[in-house]
């Protein structure tokens, strides 16, 4: 597998609370991904980075920030939870036309 | 605006052949992808063909691309067990933002296979 990890896994919280889940990839690949997968959707893309501190919007952005401040970590926001962004999601990275995913974080909003 | 549709499932016996289908709407794709995700588990990309070809094949795998009908499929040979899982097919349109690759995905077909 690529070398790419989630942090956390798995996470509960409240509505309104933030969140922040971590993607980080040890292949110093340039573009860098974050979807959600919900049943009956497939997976969708959020924000994407294409370098260190750029970033832009995917498909289903509204309620979701990022930030990248170094090459290897990619980092997605909720700034205030709600039920509607339990989800699971996945980062990725390429560098070319290959896009490997990471393990995925199940998030659970209540 | 872009769309991709596959059949959500699909029984085979172990043995036989599988061929997953998948329709997409965007003409300009550059990319076209197949994904295997197994329970729990992170997207494997499996294999991709680039839009000006008709045929990959890679050991039991052999993606078809039929760019008139925008049609792409996925045969696998000698389904084993272990292909149980979920296959997702996924369309990359020409190059997006400073370059990046954001691929549009199918809500994936369910493969079963039964012993």
């Known amino acids: 597998d690529a070398g790419i990890t989630q942090s956390p896994r798995h996470k509960v919280t409240e509505t309104g609370t933030p969140v922040t889940l971590r993607c980080h990839q040890t292949?110093?690949?340039?573009?860098m991904y974050w979807y959600r997968q919900d049943p009956g959707h497939g997976l969708r893309l959020i924000h994407y980075?294409?370098?260190?501190?750029?970033?832009d919007k995917g498909e289903v952005s509204d309620g979701y920030s990022v930030s990248r401040s170094k090459t290897e970590d990619f980092l997605l926001t909720l700034e205030s939870a709600t039920s509607s962004q339990t989800s699971v999601y996945f980062c990725?990275?390429?560098?070319?036309?290959?896009?490997?995913f990471g393990p995925g974080t199940r998030l659970t909003v209540l | 605006g872009e769309d991709v549709e596959q059949s959500l499932f699909l029984s085979v016996r172990e043995g036989d052949s599988s061929v997953i289908n998948c329709t997409y709407t965007?003409?300009?794709?550059?990319?076209l992808y197949w994904y295997k995700q197994e329970p729990g588990a992170g997207l494997q990309l499996l294999t991709y063909?680039?839009?000006?070809?008709d045929m990959k094949q890679d050991q039991r795998l052999t993606v078809l691309l039929n760019k008139k009908d925008k049609h792409l499929s996925l045969r696998i040979a000698d389904t084993q067990t272990g292909d149980s899982a979920i296959y997702f097919c996924?369309?990359?349109?020409?190059?997006?933002?400073?370059?990046?690759?954001?691929?549009?995905f199918g809500k994936g077909t369910k493969l079963s296979v039964i012993p």
């Open positions: 990725a990275i390429s560098e070319s036309s290959e896009q490997f």
């Open positions: 292949e110093n690949h340039r573009y």
């Open positions: 980075s294409y370098g260190v501190k750029d970033t």
């Open positions: 965007d003409s300009s794709s550059t990319y």
């Open positions: 063909i680039f839009s000006n070809m």
């Open positions: 996924a369309e990359s349109p020409p190059r997006g933002g400073a370059g990046s690759y954001q691929l549009t």
